[in-house]
C-alpha cells in the first residue's frame, strides 16, 4: 500500500483564488508533512502537522488532518503567481513499540499552476 | 539559515560507472537520508542513517548501493554500477533527534546515466 497519495494531480488557477490540495494515506501516521519543489529543484519544507493536531497555521498555509479519514489537506490562500509549484505530502508512520528513523513516504504530488 | 548542501548539482556517467554524490548535512542533526526522485515520478525513501549506521534501507536500496559518513560532516552516496535506471535527482535530507521534526531537503543532484 501507498502513503500519501494528493489530489487533484493537477490544479489552475488565477492569481488571488484559493488552492485546496488533499493527500490520504494509509497506515497510522507520527506526523504528515507537507513540501514543496519548484520544477526540477529541491524540496522545500512547507509545514508539519502532528498525528494528535487537527489544523495549523503557517502564514497563507493551512493544513488539516483528519486521522479517523487518515487524510490532509493544505490550503493556500490568496494564492500568488510565485506560489506556481508541486506540493508533497509526505507521511511519516508510526512505528508502535519500535524505534522510528523518521522515513517519510512521499504522494505523486498536485502540480499547482497559478496564473497572473 | 543553515542548509544541506548536496554536490555536484548536476552528474552525467557512463553505465558502469561508480559514482559518488556528495552531502553536507545541517551541522547539529543526527538522522540522515537518501531519497531519489525518477524523473516525473514520485520521491521515493532510499536509506536512512543514524549513529554511523544504516537504520533503514528500502528494496531500491541493493547492494550496488552504499552510504557513508567519512569525516562527521559529510554523508555520502555511492553507486558501484550504475545502470541507466538509477538515473534520478537525488536528494539528501537531515533532521535533529527530537521526534516529529521536519527533514530538511538539500537541493538535489541530478545524476544522468548514459
Known amino acids: 500500500s501507498q502513503q500519501g497519495e494528493e489530489d487533484p494531480q493537477a490544479l489552475s488557477i488565477q492569481e488571488g483564488e484559493n488552492a485546496t490540495m488533499n493527500c490520504s494515506y494509509k497506515t497510522s501516521i507520527n506526523n504528515l508533512q507537507w513540501y514543496r519543489q519548484n520544477s526540477g529543484r529541491g524540496l522545500v519544507h512547507l509545514i508539519l502537522?502532528?498525528?494528535?493536531?487537527r489544523e495549523k497555521h503557517s502564514g497563507r498555509l493551512r493544513v488539516t488532518l483528519d486521522t479517523s479519514k487518515k487524510s490532509s489537506s493544505l490550503l493556500i490562500t490568496a494564492s500568488r503567481a510565485a506560489d506556481t509549484a508541486s506540493y508533497f505530502c509526505a507521511a511519516r508512520r508510526s512505528n508502535a513499540g519500535g524505534t522510528s528513523y523518521g522515513k517519510l513516504t512521499f504522494g505523486q504530488g498536485t502540480i499547482l499552476t497559478v496564473h497572473p | 539559515e543553515p542548509e544541506v548542501t548536496q554536490t555536484p548539482s548536476h552528474q552525467v556517467t557512463q553505465m558502469g560507472q561508480e559514482v559518488i554524490l556528495r552531502c553536507v548535512p545541517i551541522s547539529n542533526h543526527l538522522y540522515f537520508y537518501w531519497y531519489r526522485q525518477i524523473l516525473g515520478q514520485k520521491v521515493e525513501f532510499l536509506v536512512s542513517?543514524?549513529?554511523?549506521?544504516?537504520?533503514?534501507k528500502s528494496e531500491i536500496f541493493d547492494d550496488q548501493f552504499s552510504v557513508e559518513r567519512p569525516d562527521g560532516s559529510n554523508f555520502t552516496l555511492k553507486i558501484r554500477s550504475t545502470k541507466l535506471e538509477d538515473s534520478a535527482m537525488y536528494f539528501c535530507?537531515?533532521?535533529?533527534?527530537?521526534?516529529?521534526?521536519?527533514?530538511?531537503f538539500g537541493q538535489g543532484t541530478r545524476l544522468t546515466v548514459v
Open positions: 502537522i502532528r498525528s494528535n493536531e
Open positions: 535530507a537531515s533532521r535533529v533527534r527530537q521526534a516529529n521534526t521536519e527533514a530538511f
Open positions: 542513517f543514524y549513529n554511523n549506521e544504516i537504520s533503514e
